[in-house]
């Protein structure tokens, strides 16, 4: 009895079957070949490739068992993760630039490249786990963040719940988080103006991070550019730490986790 083989490619994973008596290795290639699609943002290769060997009979007399085909997992959506502040070595370390440290600090624990500016924004593309994500902080100034977000919204097509913005709130103590599924911009200028090129649409997720109210008279203008003092950033620090926890359990894990683990975490103790 003769033996041939056939090659066949679809999009899924590789597989080689037993052929001419010697069992060969089943394994995936779906991985390495989505996260290069992804990092090269080449989306025609996106879902990777299958490479199929399969044996079958020349005889007439006997055939081999019907080999069952498997089916790929669904590749993981991608997350849009902006920060919110304002550009130049003028508003570094100040209060109102929270978010932007946050994107720092989930850049430098993930390994994702913030070298690019696109759609008006530092701009970088990577994963968390085996999601792919993005991380943007725009540069138009705080006040006009929505010009940015909206136009990475739209050319991605990222549905609204998986667009996670971080920002500074005034109404929250200092360095205390707080992760809400949506609602309104609360005063926030960025927060407004993501809304707007958004059309208007609340429906999604936030993460604040409390920078606490301006003493005595003190204008709130003036009070969210101020530099922290060095006790204030020893607490920022843990807090951005904590902050990039929340992420990461929100992307893997989903919402529900990401907020308790959110409410349970302790300040520190100073």
Known sequence: MKLACAISTAASSATVLCCRGRCLFDKTLISSSYRSS???NNNAASTGFLYQISCFSMSTSTSPAP????????NPQPWLIVGLGNPGK???????NVGFEMIDTIADA???????????????KGFIGDVPVMLAKPQTFMNASGESVGAIVSYYKIPLKQVLVVFDDLDLPFAKLRLLPKGGHGGHNG???????LKGNR???????GI????GKM???????????RQEREELDFTLHNGLEAVRILVLEGFDKSATFVNSAKPLTV
């Open 212 to 215: 606490g109210r301006p003493p």
């Open 191 to 197: 927060m407004r103006s993501i809304m707007n090129h």
């Open 110 to 124: 993930e390994g994702i490249h913030m070298g690019s500016v696109s759609f008006k924004a530092q701009f970088g």
């Open 203 to 209: 429906d999604f997720p936030r993460l604040r991070i």
């Open 67 to 74: 080999q069952t085909e498997k089916k790929p997992k669904p």
């Open 38 to 40: 992804w990092m090269s």
């Open 90 to 96: 003028r508003f570094a370390g100040t209060r109102h």
């Open 219 to 229: 204008d709130p203008a003036s009070f969210v550019l101020r530099a922290f003092n």
